[in-house]
């Protein structure tokens, strides 16, 4: 008798994140290397990054590009549809909209402040600069002579509402292309009919289909990381590391600001309700979004905790906090604005007043029309940047650390939709009596 070979177990996956931060590390190695030991002009550097390196690079950001419009768009679409509640909800709705567009504000105005204060992309040799914008592809050259073709003052504004939507999407004019989404969305609730609850539902299909699209594209991320992480380090050296440290130290100083000054004073002078007590009840949710980098993720873990350690009505914590998972990211709108600028700084745009107002403005849209899971952010950040001006392939520069960017966002977001609902929850009549604050 054929003795039994027991089954081996199955290999546990190397997580996507270890992956990244393999393929930061062996390309920043390497280009480091490439950058002391051969020099930037040395002939086979040349070859590698002008025939290997950054067509892959480049490859990996057009299939990016490829997905943001529609995957912006659905998410956009659906996030409004879905506050179909307000009008059923009434005061809690508008309330829980309002708070939202107010806080991530503030959140925007908080990073853009810092970034500007402390100018981590700042200092670069404008001759660098420009030597890896030639490197570019060809969408990186139409990038920058966009930037004298931006529309201005009221043009800018009258832009926004576009005359053809098709050519909106085809010339990446985020505003106007949000602007459409932003009408169609609030059309689906206002509209009570089979017919647009089947468009609703095609959209959701879209938004579902674009999600999965770009979860496919981000396998890719390990491998863009390292051609894109080679190819600055390479032309950089060290002063790359410098940079990314300083910018990761604003982004993470940024957060924890909004989190731990913004939220409590919120939480005390607006909901009446004790910042300490919210922190030691929220603490499950926020080890989980950490860990997961994701607020759709963590939203069943944001329920539980309302109901069990935080006492919310569970008709307002339902509503704010499924709404939240999409609408209410105030990390995400703080991060874009602050990588934005971060980037602009780094290839040596000068945005204006003006330019920065309209990055606020799309970063807090985009807050809404962000997916709530991990790298969802990344393609709005591309697509702002080409909205500015500023080199797309500029995050290239930040994907590498941005695994532990996300999950430090996500966890400002899920922590932020639960100080929402407790706020909202304030004054209801089933709401539980808050501790002194």
Same mark, same amino acid.
């Given at each position: ?32 290397? @490439? ?45 409004? @549809? ?74 800018? $504004? ?13 010339? !990446? ?22 017919? @647009? ?33 080679? !190819? ?97 990211? !105030? ?14 700084? $780094? ?91």
């Amino acid at each position: 008798m054929t003795p039994v070979t027991p089954a081996r177990p199955a290999r546990r996956k190397l997580p996507l994140h270890w992956k990244m931060a393999i393929g930061f590390g062996a390309g920043l190695l390497l280009g480091v290397i @490439a950058h002391y030991g051969a020099g930037a002009d040395a002939t086979w550097v040349k070859w590698l990054t002008t025939w290997v390196t950054q067509p892959a690079a480049t490859l990996f950001l057009r299939l990016i590009f490829m997905l943001v419009i529609p995957l912006l768009f659905s998410a956009l679409v659906v996030g409004v @549809a879905e506050m179909g509640d307000v009008r059923s909800l009434g005061r809690i709705g508008w309330r829980t909209l309002a708070y939202t567009v107010v806080v991530s504000a503030i959140a925007v105005v908080l990073g853009l402040v810092l970034v500007n204060l402390f100018k981590p992309g700042a200092g670069v040799d404008p001759a660098q600069a420009q030597l890896l914008l030639s490197q570019g592809s060809e969408r990186a050259q139409a990038i920058v002579s966009s930037t004298t073709t931006q529309p201005k003052g009221l043009d800018m $504004f009258l832009s926004i509402v576009p005359d053809n939507v098709i050519k909106a999407a085809a010339e !990446n004019t985020i505003l106007a292309v949000m602007f459409f989404a932003l009408m169609l969305g609030i059309g689906l609730v206002l509209t009570r009919s089979e017919n @647009a609850s089947i468009l609703k539902r095609g959209i959701e299909g879209l938004f579902e289909v674009s999600m999965t699209l770009i979860g496919l594209v981000i396998r890719l991320a390990p491998y863009a990381v390292f051609c894109m992480m080679f !190819n600055l380090a390479a032309l950089f050296g060290w002063d790359l590391m410098a940079k990314l440290g300083a910018y990761v130290g604003v982004v993470v100083l940024a957060l924890a600001l909004h989190m731990f000054v913004v939220y409590s004073a919120v939480l005390k002078f607006v909901g009446g309700y004790s910042p300490v007590r919210f922190f030691r009840g929220v603490q499950e949710a926020m080890v989980m979004a950490f860990s997961t980098a994701s607020s759709n993720a963590t939203l069943p873990t944001a329920l539980r905790v309302a109901d069990e350690q935080l006492g919310l009505p569970r008709r307002v914590s339902r509503f704010v906090l499924t709404v939240g998972a999409t609408a209410n990211q !105030n990390g995400t709108a703080l991060f874009e604005g602050v990588t934005v600028l971060f980037l602009a700084q $780094f290839f040596g745009v000068d945005l204006s007043l003006t330019q920065q107002a309209t990055v606020m403005f799309v970063c807090i849209l985009g807050g809404i029309g962000t997916a709530g899971v991990p790298a969802g952010s990344l393609p709005v950040v591309a697509l702002i940047c080409t909205m500015v001006g500023v080199p797309a392939e500029g995050i290239g520069l930040i994907l590498g650390v941005d695994r532990f960017l996300d999950m430090c966002r996500t966890t400002l977001n899920v922590t932020g939709d639960l100080m929402l609902a407790t706020v909202v929850s304030a004054g209801e009549s089933d709401a539980a009596v808050p501790e002194p604050a």
